[in-house]
């Protein structure tokens, strides 16, 4: 069974946006907390960040440094990570997540199966 489906990823040149989205059924997590994490090659998932389930709070990892926008839309059953300013060191499996507490987000109860992102 596939709970959260993530869209959107792909090659990009450094310096440019991108944004993913990561939608859902029947309106299943509107209730959740919801956050986004990637796995680059040879290294550990990381949390990149999480929002709220009412969608106005939202935290990040270190590494972002204000480059990334979480947002959701709960009429659509939407998710989105919105990405300036890549860079190579971004290349990874983005994948979004749901669970029951935000912050702190400690780890996802339900996963999709993440999208490539890839910067040169």
């Known amino acids: 069974q596939v709970h959260l489906v993530e869209s959107g990823g792909r090659l990009v040149q450094a310096g440019e946006s991108l944004t993913l989205t990561c939608i859902y059924a029947?309106?299943?997590?509107?209730?959740?907390?919801m956050a986004w994490f990637r796995q680059a090659p040879g290294k550990e998932r990381e949390f990149v960040g999480a929002i709220n389930w009412s969608g106005l709070g939202t935290y990040y990892g270190d590494f972002v440094k204000g480059r990334f926008n979480i947002s959701r839309d709960t009429a659509k059953s939407a998710l989105y990570l919105q990405m300036n300013n890549l860079e190579p060191e971004d290349t990874a499996v983005y994948l979004c997540?749901?669970?029951?507490?935000?912050?702190?987000?400690?780890?996802?109860?339900?996963w999709g199966q993440g999208v490539q992102v890839t910067d040169y």
């Open positions: 029947g309106h299943t997590y509107d209730t959740y907390a």
């Open positions: 997540s749901a669970a029951q507490d935000y912050r702190p987000y400690k780890y996802g109860e339900v």
